[in-house]
């Protein structure tokens, strides 16, 4: 379905691992179109971390990663650190809306 | 280095119409697989798509404001305009237009939005 699943929210102390899962369907991943994602910092613009499924956009450091796998994406956060804390988004096109489409978000508190 | 910026008005009534215009510098909108797209954004809620305009004057839109939206180019101008008719306070969001560049379909740069708010 033309859905892009996210958890709530995620939490994590400075320093440790953290994955926010992207679950979608077969008009969108199951299709074989890319996942990518983005940070938001309240109150400030989205920003594109990582593109095509696991591509970072320069300037992003490589403590962020994404991977794609079947109809699943997820972005991996590792070191996290306190500028990290912010809403995360997935998005990818999807043939049955004919668009583009975004997950729900993620905030990420960093504890 | 690629930047864009939104300008337009700020607060507007029921079932107006209202017009957004996109200023960007450090790429041409007649390059190929270049395009501008909008994403609006209601406060604390995700982004939506709503549509994109490529080098080639192709335009995409989101089938649920299709009949409300349109979206053109001045690529001389270095200029995207969205028109939105007959408003809604549902409409009420942080309008955003974005850079995006083929055979990628994400969006590589964001304008730092402009919120259009409509009141009933």
């Known amino acids: 379905q033309s859905v892009l699943t996210q958890p709530p929210s995620v939490s994590g102390a400075p320093g440790q691992r953290v994955t926010i899962s992207c679950t979608g369907g077969s008009s969108n991943f199951g299709a074989g179109y890319d996942v990518h994602w983005y940070q938001q910092i309240p109150g400030t613009a989205p920003k594109l971390l990582i593109y095509?499924?696991?591509k970072r956009l320069s300037g992003v450091p490589d403590r962020f990663s994404g991977s794609k796998s079947g109809s699943s994406a997820s972005l991996a956060i590792t070191g996290l650190q306190a500028e990290d804390e912010a809403d995360y988004y997935c998005q990818s096109y999807d043939s049955s809306l004919s668009g583009w489409l975004f997950g729900g978000g993620t905030k990420l508190t960093v504890l | 280095q690629i930047t864009l910026k939104e300008s337009g008005p700020t607060l507007m009534k029921l079932r107006q119409m209202v017009t957004l215009t996109c200023n960007f510098s450090g790429f041409s909108l007649s390059s190929s697989e270049v395009g501008v797209g909008w994403i609006r954004q209601p406060p604390g809620k995700a982004p939506e798509w709503l549509g994109v305009?490529?080098?080639?004057?192709?335009?995409r839109y989101n089938p649920s404001l299709k009949s409300r939206l349109t979206i053109t180019k001045d690529a001389p101008k270095n200029e995207v305009a969205l028109t939105l008719s007959v408003l809604a306070p549902v409409d009420t969001a942080t309008y955003y237009c974005?850079?995006?560049?083929?055979?990628?379909?994400?969006?590589?740069?964001w304008g730092q939005g402009i919120l259009v708010t409509v009141s009933p």
């Open positions: 305009i490529y080098w080639n004057e192709e335009k």
């Open positions: 974005v850079y995006t560049k083929l055979p990628s379909y994400s969006f590589f740069y």
């Open positions: 095509d499924n696991n």
